[in-house]
């Protein structure tokens, strides 16, 4: 290990090594509320690490990969990973529970910057085993431990689908390291793209759709939703899904000529998932569980800009810039994650420690009752609807626009079989993806109308604390400035977009050297 | 000039901050500062009015373009660019006039929350005017669907009993139709973008239609994308059948909302056909002209028919509505330059004359809480202050000669028949005329319906709901009221006697629209049964042909 590789892994040093402190200080000492102020603090620390002025080439052998693609993320992981912890921030969260928050962290910032399956692999796994620590740290009755239960073997399933997926990959690329996978599938391409391939690619797709919860890979997502609390549903709404989609296309970019398998899956995976969150969504009464076919419905959306980017990686031109799809899902991972945690940490400052918000019914009168909560989760949910001026609205133009740009180029064959039907193909993917926004426009819409229009059932204990207010606050503000100062945001996920594509590009020479 | 038109549509927005500001100040300072807003931008937007140039279709010095985000040099270049036209001059006017008429009329009525509702309807007041002024398609639709969510709160919190079914209903069906206009206004950007000379993606309204002329878009990929935006903005007008959450809305709205509903809202509809559909779109438009007018003379027929059999006045007026819209949308889709100018000089009429209408059910309902014809009767013996304005704006809304309906209301007819008997519209022909003449019939249904209104309501003998004891008879209308309304006859006569001051400002730039889609009618008028197999065939050639 050299320095080099030490210095880039600055933050995840920092973060693992500020999370093995809490954990062990935890042991012997009792002030709590300290525990938020040393995370927050580390998360501090950990931002100053990160190198963001100069995004070096890949460490070859190191198994990193610190591209612009690694920068955007990791920027993404600690921002949402001090929004997640200032959401926890209360007087008896305990060391365990901050440390495994940091930890999970950690695997994020770790996992966007891998270019090895190894490396993949374990920060995925960084990811997943804090979460089942959290997710039984945070809720005792039976259906948090159902929920823990539930969320723990599905996940080990998952991983191990991904470990079967990543050995034939091996298989195929004839080495861990994705650049040399990329060239090892362009050489195997000679007599099409291999059947081993395309098996690597199912059971890939199969794990991280777990992660991202994309139908038919979602049941578990209401259950455990419902059954956990709120902070815990933010963090599982998010980190999984950030994680999922950068592994997805780092790893779908590295195998030259997937697109003519990968295209027609992710198509169908964004269309039925979209379809099924949005439409299941609608006859929901628990707030978690419509939240959580929410975020099953903007793994759909997601899905659209894995699609516009495969096309662009297998030559196919966007008259937005070819880096449009990628750029399109790191800005709307990064509002949806903005959105999704404001939500979560106004129910969860409008709940009390004994007692969380369970039910839509229990917002009625809110607007009233407590006006900037609702405030707070009308901004919200009209972000997570895309209307403008807000956030998601941008999050929805990239998507929508960069499906709707795809050309094939008629110059140079691009060897898609679905030349001819690609550009239909994604005019229909736009347009199905528009109609699911206005049913989803419903759903969050009755969120909205009963808090402001049904009269007051009670008032609301709001005893979250000062952390979770703080959070709404913040994820608010947030919407609101990316609603109307978009650019500051885009520009970056934009260039991060080209970025990735002309890797991706430059990785796939030998393949066009072979024909 | 510079800034005066961001100022306008910025200070709303403003105003808006400061009555949420001053919310605990009490009802009285919230409303006279919402009120001074709505006046200062009335008088920017005077200002601007009368420095508008006649005779030319734009007015540069008003414009505001900076870029919002992207940059110039990216793929991406979205504008914060606003400008006034003559197609946008007089609707900027309307809005900013109205929207003085309803924090009057909201004067005594709101009593729940009136910071929340007077900055919600600033809001709104914002969103309005920066959707008729927007010059960057990102930008139009920023605005177009922004105006939905003040209506939708101002709907749902004081409205009436079914609020919250019908705040829902006029989200979810304009929003269900505006998501496709949006793509359907992305395919326009991308479609130039490939094919214009230069090959620069430009987001701006006035360069698009500009070099759509030049290069039209292929009329089988203009056909799809006509639909498209024919999915918002017919449904926004609303066109029958599309109609049905409009009464609902209406009816259930706070006055203030019904009258900007009515008065602006709808016309944000037809205003996206003149300004998209007809200068971008002109293959599709000349294709789909006949049915368009089909769907707006069933509207007008139908629209009549039902506001005849209500028994609330509100329910009467909104169905009114689909009849008068039904109006314009003939007008402007008569693709003749005296059917278009009436069509835009009735968007303003119908603001004038409905939203004044609406005030009256509102001052009525005050009076009287209740809305049943059945209930009242004689009002004028009691009320003839309200009697004499109700009656005027009857006038104008049935187009007598003199006010501003019939100015309109005569110009669409005469371009609509002219269209019909000396254009050249092929197979369509007789279809034209059987329009023409059904839409006439309209008229006279007009006048029926509104009439016996005021005929029932306020003439004959005196009928009232039964007061409590001791409660005084209801008042004629305050000064309060009086100068709620008043500005609103000011033009109904001024547009009525001098309609030509108005459409003088409008027409150069109405006429090139018209032209050009009459241009390409002439060349390629519809037949029956044409449009779809068209379109079939080039589906079934696969990709559309390139210029380069």
Not at chain 1, 121 to 136: A, H, N, Q, R, W
Not at chain 1, 305 to 318: D, E, F, S
Not at chain 1, 445 to 466: D, H, I, Q, S
Not at chain 2, 62 to 71: A, H, L, P
Request: charged fraction near 10%; hydrophobic fraction near 55%; proline fraction near 4%.
């Amino acid at each position: 290990m050299t320095t080099d590789t030490v210095k880039l892994l600055t933050p995840e040093i920092v973060l693992v090594t500020a999370s093995v402190a809490i954990f062990v200080a935890g042991a012997f000492l009792q002030g709590r509320a300290t525990w938020c102020f040393g995370a927050a603090g580390a998360l501090l620390l950990a931002a100053l690490g990160l190198d963001n002025s100069s995004p070096c080439e890949v460490v070859s052998g190191g198994g990193l990969s610190i591209d612009k693609l690694a920068v955007f993320a990791r920027w993404t992981a600690l921002a949402v990973g001090m929004l997640l912890v200032l959401l926890a921030w209360r007087r008896n969260t305990t060391s365990e529970y901050v440390g495994a928050l940091l930890l999970a962290v950690a695997g994020l910032s770790l996992v966007v910057g891998s270019s090895d399956l190894v490396l993949l692999f374990l920060g995925l796994e960084l990811i997943s085993i804090p979460t089942y620590i959290l997710l039984y740290l945070d809720r005792h009755d039976a259906a948090g431990q159902e929920a823990t239960l539930k969320y723990f073997f599905l996940s080990l399933l998952a991983s191990a689908f991904l470990l079967y997926g990543f050995s034939f990959l091996y298989g195929v690329g004839g080495s861990t390291d994705l650049r040399l996978i990329a060239a090892g599938v362009a050489e195997s391409n000679a007599g099409g793209f291999s059947d081993l391939a395309k098996i690597a690619l199912v059971l890939i797709v199969a794990a991280l759709g777990f992660k991202i919860s994309a139908v038919p890979f979602h049941f578990y997502a209401p259950d455990v939703y419902q059954g956990t609390s709120h902070a815990n549903a933010a963090l599982l709404s998010v980190l999984p899904k950030i994680a999922g989609m950068v592994v997805l296309l780092r790893v779908l970019l590295a195998m030259p000529g997937v697109e003519h398998a990968a295209w027609i899956v992710t198509v169908a995976l964004a269309v039925v998932t979209m379809t099924v969150g949005n439409v299941m969504a609608l006859w929901q009464n628990n707030i978690r569980r419509l939240l959580a076919y929410s975020s099953i419905a903007h793994a759909g959306y997601l899905l659209i800009g894995l699609a516009v980017a495969l096309a662009a990686a297998g030559g196919a031109t966007n008259r937005w810039g070819n880096g449009i799809g990628v750029s399109a899902i790191l800005f709307y991972l990064a509002v949806y994650a903005v959105a999704t945690i404001g939500a979560f940490a106004a129910l969860a400052y409008l709940g009390s420690p004994k007692r969380q918000v369970d039910g839509v019914d229990e917002l009625a009168g809110l607007g009233r009752t407590r006006p900037w909560p609702a405030v707070v989760l009308a901004v919200c949910m009209f972000s997570l609807a895309g209307i403008p001026p807000l956030a998601g609205f941008w999050g929805k133009l990239t998507l929508f626009a960069g499906a709707l740009g795809v050309q094939p180029t008629p110059d140079h064959s691009v060897g898609l079989w679905l030349d001819g039907h690609l550009q239909a193909g994604f005019v229909v993917l736009a347009v199905v993806g528009m109609l699911n926004a206005a049913v989803a426009a419903a759903y969050y819409l009755r969120v909205v109308a009963t808090m402001y229009f049904r009269a007051p059932l009670g008032t609301p204990k709001a005893e979250g604390g000062a952390g979770p207010w703080v959070t709404m606050t913040l994820c608010a503000v947030l919407v609101l400035a990316v609603g109307f100062l978009p650019g500051l945001l885009l520009d970056r996920s934009n260039q991060t977009g080209d970025a990735t594509i002309e890797q991706a590009a430059a990785w796939r020479i030998p393949a066009q050297d072979d024909e | 000039m510079d800034n005066v038109l961001l100022a306008a549509v910025l200070l709303p927005l403003l105003g808006a901050g400061c009555v949420w500001a001053l919310a605990e100040t009490g009802r009285k300072v919230v409303r006279i500062s919402a009120l001074a807003t709505t006046l200062l931008t009335l008088a920017l937007a005077v200002v601007l009015i009368s420095q508008y140039p006649v005779g030319e279709a734009e007015f540069a010095a008003s414009e505001t373009n900076v870029s919002w985000f992207g940059g110039e040099d990216g793929p991406i270049d979205v504008r914060f660019s606003i400008a006034l036209d003559g197609l946008s001059l007089w609707m900027f006017g309307l809005t900013a006039l109205l929207m003085v008429t309803c924090v009057l009329i909201s004067w005594e009525a709101i009593t729940d929350r009136p910071a929340a509702f007077y900055g919600t309807l600033l809001l709104l007041e914002t969103g309005m005017l920066g959707v008729f002024i927007a010059r960057d398609i990102i930008l139009f639709y920023v605005f177009f669907e922004f105006t939905l969510i003040p209506l939708f709160f101002l709907i749902g919190i004081w409205g009436s009993e079914q609020r919250r079914y019908a705040a829902v209903k006029f989200f979810l069906f304009t929003l269900a139709g505006s998501v496709l206009t949006f793509l359907g206004l992305l395919a326009i950007v991308l479609w130039n973008a490939y094919h214009s000379a230069d090959g620069v993606m430009t987001f701006s309204i006035p360069e698009l239609t500009a070099s759509l002329r030049l290069h039209p878009i292929d009329p089988a990929v203009q056909l799809w994308i006509f639909l498209a935006l024919f999915a918002g903005f017919a449904i926004k007008v609303p066109l029958f059948p599309f109609h049905t959450w409009l009464p609902l809305a209406h009816v259930q709205a706070p006055t203030a909302g019904s009258v900007v509903l009515a008065g602006v809202l709808l016309k944000i509809g037809t205003y996206g056909f003149v300004r998209f559909s007809l200068p971008m779109l002109p293959d599709a438009t000349a294709a789909c002209m006949p049915w368009v007018l089909w769907l707006a003379a069933a509207g007008i027929i139908y629209g009549a028919l039902v506001a005849l059999a209500q028994s609330d006045i509100k329910r009467l007026i909104a169905y009114s509505s689909v009849s008068h819209l039904g109006f314009c949308m003939l007008g402007i889709f008569s693709l003749n330059p005296l059917g278009m100018q009436g069509g835009v000089l009735q968007m303003v009429n119908h603001g004038l004359s409905t939203g004044g209408l609406f005030a009256v059910v509102g001052m009525i309902y005050e009076r009287y809480h209740t809305r049943k014809i059945a209930d009242l009767g004689g009002l004028a013996h009691r009320l003839p202050l309200l009697a004499f304005f109700m009656l005027v704006l009857t006038l104008s809304s049935i187009g007598l000669p003199g006010l501003n309906g019939f100015a309109g209301e005569f110009l669409l007819l005469l371009g609509m028949f002219q269209r019909a008997w000396t254009g050249v519209p092929g197979d369509w022909v007789i279809h034209l005329r059987i329009i023409s003449v059904v839409s006439v019939l309209g008229v006279v249904l007009g006048a029926w319906y509104m009439l016996r209104l005021v005929r029932l309501v306020f003439f004959g003998e005196l009928r009232e709901p039964i007061r409590a004891d001791g409660e005084p008879a209801p008042r004629d209308m305050s000064l309060r009221e009086v100068a709620a309304l008043a500005p609103l006859l000011v033009f109904v006569v001024w547009i009525g006697v001098q309609p030509r001051f108005f459409l003088d400002r409008m027409s150069p730039q109405l006429d090139g629209i018209a032209t050009q889609a009459a241009k390409s009618l002439d060349q390629k008028p519809p037949e029956l049964g044409e449009a779809l197999t068209d379109a079939n065939e080039v589906a079934a050639a696969g990709e559309p042909t390139r210029d380069h």
